[in-house]
């Protein structure tokens, strides 16, 4: 499975950015996708994540900021950014989780993907 994202970049502070992933490879079944982020010297945290039913789930600093859409027939998941603050600048990593095979589904097995990370700085 391979996440190829796209959409990282510069932007002032107030202004809007959109991520965009998307998954490939064999895959069988996809329960979430989501973003995370990582500060420098900090683990990764959770930005927003959307299951394959449509719920989402953000972390309290993006609530109200930040929209997560997903396509499941393409097998992609965006991020919209706005209102974006300098505390956003880190960098973005796409996140999967799926089934691999009817198997694991059956066992509640779920594998997580990422991609590679994409920088998003925000300056004013």
């Known amino acids: 499975v391979q996440l190829q994202a796209s959409g990282g970049g510069w932007v002032q502070t107030g202004g809007s950015l959109r991520l965009s992933c998307a998954a490939s490879?064999?895959?069988?079944?996809?329960?979430?996708m989501g973003w995370y982020r990582q500060y420098p010297g900090l683990q990764r945290e959770l930005v927003a994540v959307?299951?394959?039913?449509?719920?989402?789930n953000f972390a309290d600093s993006v609530k109200g900021r930040f929209t997560i859409s997903r396509d499941n027939a393409k097998n992609t998941v965006e991020l919209q950014m706005n209102s974006l603050k300098s505390e956003d600048t880190a960098v973005y990593y796409c996140n999967v989780g799926a089934n691999e095979d009817i198997k694991s589904r059956r066992d509640g097995r779920v594998t997580t993907y990422w991609g590679k990370g994409t920088q998003v700085t925000v300056s004013s």
């Open positions: 959307i299951t394959s039913f449509g719920g989402t």
């Open positions: 490879g064999s895959i069988f079944r996809i329960i979430t």
